[in-house]
Structure formats: C-alpha cells, structure tokens
C-alpha cells in the first residue's frame, strides 16, 4: 500500500506542478493561451502517467519475492492502485487550483469557449445557452470530480500498456512438483 500511495503521491504532485507552472507562467490567465496551455498539460500529464505508473508496477514487482509470480494482472493491479491514489490525490489539488489559488480559472475558460463558439458562427442567443451548461461544469467541484474520473480512465488505459512490459516473465522456470 505504500508503494501506490507513494508513487500515486508524486504523481499527483507532479501533476499540481505542472498546473502551477502554466499559471505562472501565464497560460492559465488568458484566454487566447489556454489551447496551448491545455496541448501542453495533455502531453506532458501523459508523460507523467507514464512514467509514474511504470516506476510504481516496477517498484511493487521489485517487492515481490522472485519465487511469486508477477504477471500481468498483478503489474495491471499495481498500476491501477497508483493510478487511484494519483486521481485522489489530483481531485484536492485541483479542488484547492480551482476554488483557491486561480478562482478566476471559470471565468478564463468561458471567455476562451465564446471567442470559440464566435468563431464558428453560433449566435449570441446559442453562446449563452452553451455558457450557463458549461458554468455548472467549470465549478471547482464538479471540474475535479470529471478531472479525477477521466484522469482514472486514461490511467488505466496507460497500466493496461504499460502491465504488458512489467509483467515478470516465468523465464521457462518449472514449478516444482507436490507428491501426492
């Protein structure tokens, strides 16, 4: 368990500094910058997922005495449970982002949805129908709700990957034999 956790606390962390970086940096308080920012939080999360995952399944495969076996269900199981405790974890930091630290984050992807929605010729009676379902969505609860539900799908989707390289291999050894 403290292998998930441990792991799955870095990514999370990794995850908030990322977020943070693109603040600071600007992206998060522009609304022309939030396509690039979301590209570059997409790819490197990516990454992130990647790297946290493996270094977690190998991590747990490396505590798991030689003489168990570690196929792909248990390197699968490991990367979900770092995955888990990731996405929880990311639900708080994302949470405290978004109601705390960049409140004004809605307001940013709102503006960035209309100049959208402008420019494919919706009209200003369609925009702002299109903007009070998407208020109810970029709330900070629902936004890390949705953030740590789809965070988890592509998580697993990348232990589902990654388990096919971590399992450990029986390297043609024999079980021995139980007499009867």
């Known amino acids: 368990m403290k292998t998930y956790l441990t792991y799955g606390f870095a990514m999370a962390l990794a995850g908030a500094l990322l977020t943070l970086a693109l603040f600071f940096m600007g992206y998060h308080n522009d609304p022309a ?7 570059i939080g997409m790819v490197v999360g990516i990454a992130i997922g990647f790297v946290g995952i493996s270094l977690g399944t190998r991590a747990r495969r490396a505590e798991t005495p030689e003489s168990e076996p570690f196929g792909y269900g248990r390197a ?15 639900f708080v930091t994302n949470y405290v982002y978004m109601a705390f630290i960049n409140p004004g ?10 100049a959208d929605l402008e420019a494919k010729g919706m009209s200003s009676a369609q925009i702002e129908q299109a903007e009070k379902v998407t208020r109810f ?3 900070p ?6 953030s740590m539900i ?13 388990s096919a390289f971590l399992k450990r291999s029986d390297s043609g050894k024999v079980p021995p ?4």
Do not use: P
């Open 105 to 114: 984050f809605g307001d940013i992807i709102l503006q960035a949805q209309a």
């Open 177 to 180: 034999v139980q007499a009867a």
């Open 76 to 90: 699968l199981g490991a990367g979900v449970m770092v995955a888990l405790f990731s996405c929880l974890l990311g």
């Open 137 to 139: 969505f970029i709330s």
């Open 33 to 39: 910058k939030l396509q690039t920012a979301q590209r």
């Open 141 to 146: 609860l629902i936004s890390s709700a949705f």
């Open 150 to 162: 789809f965070g988890f799908i592509f998580s697993v989707i990348i232990a589902l990957i990654t």
